[in-house]
Structure formats: structure tokens, C-alpha cells
């Protein structure tokens, strides 16, 4: 059967479609690093075709690195909290994170198998900047987080090593950040099309406190009928016409979505922040199935807890819980709009034995959205 896609299109951030996506508006890269202090860097790996051939490829998998505190995060580190939707998943060291309530190292996200090689990177990498580490100090556990990307990569080949861990720490950097098939998202599936990496922020009004939110996801979740873009039924408008479309067996797929704020708070209130990210989850479609993964990490670059200090106690600044409504309006919003962006910012890729995952077809949710936008103003006409 013919391919009902079109040529390739080029590809644009959600918010360049005109979809509804909430009342805050956006920070100035619309990325988690708008998040002062936050930098994000990948390490794309892409080499290979045809056959599967285990341990040669083809190759599509990669490392993404968030540094929540790119100065110093092993002395000076950031209060942080998380949130297990469905378990189906992994993040090393979430256990110690929610029992200290505390990040002391990059975060990493990469492909289900590369945990452990990704984890041994980390640790080599902050023992040299930090030798103190496992003597002098406490051992380490990095964050690491993953998607499974098999329908695409070859998984089990054992293909990302050490030195692409370290190019996603040594490229972090602040501003705009790489989206779709990049870094650990490169081979990543988000309800049937192509996806991967994805970020957006939230800047709240100075009256709200004029905090910012950021999230940055690596989606890799759901089937096409539950794609929802905006509120919009775009899955089920769209599957039709796409149900020829190449698509892999097992659909349940996983998210790992990493939420940072300046905003001033400690353990619990970062905990219930990333429980409102799984709502924006929920709002692109996800019913957090059988098999899925969906884990939501959060930090506040506002309090540093010092590793040293020569007094026993050290003061933090809290927000009242009774200021966080804003906060979970606005993670809701960014987490939905970094889901999107990773769709719409990914291409057309093809994988192991030829699999290929088809990237969303822009004009198409456009002309939904201008649509639906024909019909609000319609109606708000007819109430004058």
C-alpha cells in the first residue's frame, strides 16, 4: 500500500502550529534552561542499516545529560523529589533520591539496556572530578533514566559507551535545546510516530511569584488513537488514514520527564510538582498502560544543601503550599508542550530490519488547529 505521508516537511515547534497550549507564556527558549543554571547536552549516535545484527547495529540510540547545577552539583546539591505513575521503568538512584530528597549528580537518560554503562560512566567521570568519593564522602548514584528503543536500535549490542557519556556531560550548555531524535531520545516512539526529546517552559506572572518552570522529556509512549495534541482528538482523526502505517508489536513504551524550577522548594513539594507532570502526560494521551514506564523527576535550583558546612544546620527558603496552584498549572502546560515538541520536532527515522517510525504530519495538526480555531471564533462571535 502506497505511503500515505508526504514529502518530508519541515518541522516546527508546537507552539509554531497554533495549538492551544495553555494561559503562561513560555520562557525565552521555551526549554528547561530557561531555568537559570540549567544545561542540557546529548550525544547522538546514528550509524548503520538493514538486518539486525547483534552488536554491529544499526545503531539508534544516544545519551542526554542534564546538569541541574552545572558548577559544582556533587558539593553544592539541589533539593529534588519524583513521582512513579507506573512502574514498568527505571531511574537509578530514585530510591536514594526519595529517601534524602536530594540531587548530587548529573541526570542521564538513554535506551533501557544502557543503564548500567551509562551509571559506570557517571561514576568514573565524578570520581576524577571528586576523588574524595567513596572514601571521604559517601558513594554515588547517578540518575539515570531510560526508554526502550529496540523497535529501532539494537539494544543489547552495547553500543553507548564512556566516551559518549562524557560528550553529553562536556556539551551541556544553556539556551536553545536539540529536539526529536537527539541524544537518549534518538530512537524513541510517542503513540505510533517518531519522537524522542522535548522541552518547554513556563514563566509565571511577577504577581505569582515569577518563578519558571522548565521540563524536558525523552516520551517514547502510546498508540495513535490515544494521541490527543492541544485537547484536540488528533489520533483518532488521523488513524484512518495512518493505520498502514509501520508500527512496533509491543505499544506500551515508557516517559521519563525531568521538571526544574527556581522556585523555592523542599522534598514534598517538589514530589507533588512532578505527580501535576504526570497530568500533562495524561493530556497527550498516555493511560500509563501494563508495561510502561512513567517516572517524573523534579528539582529547585533555589536551595543548595552545601556537602560541608561547618555548622550543623543550614537555612532554605520555602514556598507556602498554599502558592503552589500556579506552579502545577504550569508544569501541566510545559510537560503536555514538551511532549508535543519532541513529536513535531522529530523526522522520519528508520531502524533495525527496516523498521520504520513516521514522524507527525504537521500540515495535517495545523489544519486541525486552524480549524478549531475557526470554530471558537465562530462561536464567540455569535455570543456578541
Known amino acids: 500500500m502506497a505511503d500515505p505521508a508526504p514529502a518530508p516537511e519541515r518541522r516546527l515547534r508546537a507552539r509554531e502550529l497554533g495549538i492551544p497550549l495553555g494561559r503562561y507564556r513560555p520562557g525565552r527558549f521555551n526549554a528547561i534552561t530557561d531555568v537559570a543554571g540549567v544545561k542540557v547536552g546529548h550525544c ?3 550509524h548503520g542499516a538493514g538486518p539486525l545484527q547483534p552488536g554491529r547495529g544499526p545503531v539508534r540510540t544516544g545519551v542526554t545529560c542534564i546538569l541541574p547545577n552545572p558548577t559544582n552539583v556533587f558539593e553544592e546539591r539541589v533539593v529534588g523529589g519524583g513521582f512513579i505513575l507506573n512502574g514498568a521503568g527505571e531511574v537509578s538512584g530514585l530510591t536514594q533520591l526519595m529517601e534524602w530528597g536530594l540531587i548530587e549528580t548529573p541526570i542521564f537518560l538513554t535506551n533501557t539496556l544502557s543503564v548500567g554503562a551509562v551509571s559506570d560512566a557517571a561514576v568514573k567521570w565524578m570520581v576524577e572530578r571528586y576523588p574524595g568519593i567513596g572514601g571521604e564522602h559517601d558513594v554515588i548514584i547517578p540518575l539515570v533514566g531510560e526508554c526502550d528503543d529496540s523497535w529501532l536500535n539494537d539494544i543489547a549490542g552495547g553500543h553507548v559507551h564512556e566516551e559518549h557519556v562524557r560528550q553529553a556531560i562536556e556539551t551541556a550548555a544553556d539556551g536553545p535545546v ?3 531524535n537527539v541524544g537518549g531520545g534518538t530512537g524513541m516512539i510517542t503513540c505510533d510516530f ?8 513556563r514563566k509565571l506572572p511577577q504577581a505569582l511569584g515569577g518563578y519558571t518552570v522548565g521540563v524536558l522529556v525523552m516520551s517514547n509512549f502510546g498508540v495513535m488513537r490515544q494521541l490527543r495534541v492541544g485537547g484536540l482528538p488528533v489520533g483518532e482523526l488521523l488513524e484512518p488514514r495512518y493505520a ?12 521519563i520527564a525531568v521538571v526544574a524550577t527556581d522556585a523555592p522548594l523542599i522534598t514534598h513539594q517538589l514530589n507533588r510538582l512532578a505527580k501535576r507532570a504526570a497530568l500533562g502526560v495524561g493530556r497527550v494521551g498516555s493511560s500509563a498502560m501494563h508495561g510502561s514506564g512513567e517516572i517524573m523527576l523534579a528539582f529547585s535550583t533555589a536551595n543548595m544543601v552545601p556537602r560541608q558546612t561547618r555548622k550543623m544546620v543550614y537555612r532554605v527558603k520555602i514556598l507556602l503550599d498554599q502558592r503552589l496552584d500556579p506552579l502545577y498549572e504550569a508544569v501541566i502546560e510545559a510537560t503536555e508542550e514538551a511532549i508535543l515538541n519532541a513529536l513535531c520536532m522529530a523526522e ?3 531502524g533495525v530490519n527496516g523498521n520504520l517510525s513516521r514522524a507527525l504530519p504537521l500540515h495535517e495538526v495545523r489544519a486541525m488547529a486552524s480549524h478549531w480555531q475557526r470554530l471558537v471564533a465562530g462561536g464567540r462571535r455569535g455570543q456578541d
Open 44 to 46: 547522538t549516535l546514528v
Open 348 to 350: 522520519d527515522m528508520e
Open 194 to 201: 517518531k519522537a524522542g526529546i522535548g522541552t518547554a517552559s
Open 244 to 255: 498502514s502505517l509501520p508500527r512496533r508489536v509491543n505499544n506500551y513504551g515508557s516517559i
Open 178 to 180: 536539540p529536539e526529536g
